[in-house]
DNA sequence: CGGCATCCGAGAGGATACTG
DNA sequence: CAGTATCCTCTCGGATGCCG
């Protein structure tokens, strides 16, 4: 989140599941809660702290649910509110767009 | 454009649209061709730097024509080209989400 | 297991001035 | 008008190590 008075609906979108991981962590969670271990393996690449960051920030923005089961070992699982689930919905899509455009976008040249 | 082997659609379409400014310049030459300086007018708050360099990307993406007619003075154009039409549609859904909860979006603290 | 703290480099992005 | 060039700041994100 950068800044406020948004020129259209896509610049309001784009300013919350923008950068290089909310939308994929959204992905994960479309089916089913999970772990903050389970969160990690769906999610190819990320680090423990840009995890946490987002899911946090994904909290505050209300798309997240962060339930804590006080057990030894510790349990923590995440889930979609009805707001990250509208949005999810909102990415199926681009997520089809990419998916049938993989090919192409790999072969771009990369610099 | 940052890696290869994506792991699903998403991740691929997030990688082509990503950053702060690619969505929106898309989303501008919906409508029409722009000229550079109609485009820089259409996403509020870009710096020339930025509108040039994303532009530069998205060409060599195979989303955006530049067209250049020999004027004086120089009129050079810029539209979408059938790919980046069939990207801009999957995001019309992300923008309608956008817009209808824009008013929750502004309400999220920010830090 | 599920985090937090810290350091660090790279690059995204901004401001300003200049050019054909 | 449509860019270039330069400089600068600031955030993103990776690596590592520690804690309840």
Chains 1, 2 share one sequence.
């Not at 649910?65 to 509110?81: A, G």
């Amino acid at each position: 989140m950068k800044k406020q008075g948004y020129t259209c609906g896509l610049d309001a979108a784009v300013d919350v599941v923008g950068g290089k991981w909310k939308a994929l962590i959204l992905w994960a969670l479309h089916y089913a809660p999970l772990r903050f271990g389970e969160l990690k393996r769906s999610v190819p690449g990320i680090s423990e702290k840009m995890l946490i960051q987002q899911l946090r920030e994904m909290e505050t923005y209300g798309l997240v649910h962060r339930e804590v089961h006080h057990q030894v070992p510790p349990k923590v699982e995440y889930s979609l509110t009805e707001f990250g689930h509208s949005l999810n919905t909102a990415l199926i899509p681009l997520g089809d767009w990419g998916e049938k455009h993989m090919r192409t976008i790999e072969a771009i040249p990369r610099g």
